[in-house]
């Protein structure tokens, strides 16, 4: 009798747990919906957001500066191919229509060089410009996306412009002997650091690509011939302080 007793106790107990499973997962399933519910409230779940990756400008071929009668820059954007004059005389080539526009350059500069990006649908151009070779200097220009009217116009006091780097509210730019980040809606510098260049070493002459991290901004100077290795600026972006030493490991983690 006792041993029944106990085989009904133990059966008891499976039947109670197994009654109890429906029970844990009704609840786990109102818990759920719970907060699938407080969400809509809100109005969305959030998740991290993805940095867009920064981009770079890409460089028009260009003939010789010294070549009086030769043809323009030229580089294709959006199927559509730009052609520009070495006087800065510039014309978009679409298979609907032809839109004719100009670069504001002075009187007597002839480009050099020309690298170009999309952003938020406008054209912004990297020129270094040259008076046939006397002297250079550098001017980034953003044209309306459909126009081609000229939305603002940035000189930059140095030559060897190197490639920019792109993100969402800034570009980052180097020349010889500095570098600056430009603000892209208004074109105006948003810090800049000038004098680097060191005549006696030739340090600072040209620029890579600027190095764009989540809070620095890194300038690595283009190695010359003669020289075994490359030196760099590093930058904090929002209050564009040059770092070094122990401010780099801290702040451009």
Request: charged share 20%; net charge negative; aromatic share 8%.
């Amino acid at each position: 009798m006792q041993l029944v007793d106990i085989a009904m106790s133990v059966k008891c107990s499976e039947r109670a747990r197994a009654d109890a499973r429906p029970d844990s997962r009704r609840r786990a399933f109102a818990r759920l919906l719970a907060f699938f519910a407080a969400a809509a409230i809100v109005g969305c779940i959030a998740f991290p957001e993805r940095a867009e990756p920064p981009r770079y400008s890409a460089a028009a071929t260009c003939p010789s500066v010294h070549e009086s009668s030769g043809g323009p820059c030229y580089f294709t954007l959006a199927s559509s191919r730009f052609e520009i004059s070495q006087a800065g005389m510039g014309q978009r080539k679409t298979s609907a229509q032809n839109t004719e526009f100009s670069l504001p350059l002075l009187e007597g500069e002839w480009i050099e060089r020309l690298s170009f990006v999309d952003y938020q649908g406008d054209v912004i151009l990297f020129v270094s410009v040259t008076d046939n070779g006397e002297s250079g200097g550098s001017v980034v220009v953003r044209l309306d996306g459909e126009t081609l009217s000229p939305i603002w116009s940035c000189r930059i006091p140095g030559f060897n412009l190197s490639p920019a780097t792109i993100e969402p509210g800034a570009i980052y730019v180097g020349a010889v002997g500095l570098v600056t980040r430009i603000e892209p809606d208004t074109g105006r510098f948003e810090w800049l650091h000038g004098n680097l260049y060191d005549s006696r070493s030739g340090r600072f002459n040209a620029f890579e690509p600027p190095d764009v991290g989540s809070s620095c901004v890194t300038f690595r100077e283009s190695l010359a011939p003669g020289m075994e290795r490359s030196e760099e600026v590093q930058i904090h972006k929002a209050t564009g302080e040059r770092l070094s030493g122990s401010r780099i490991a801290t702040l451009c983690r």
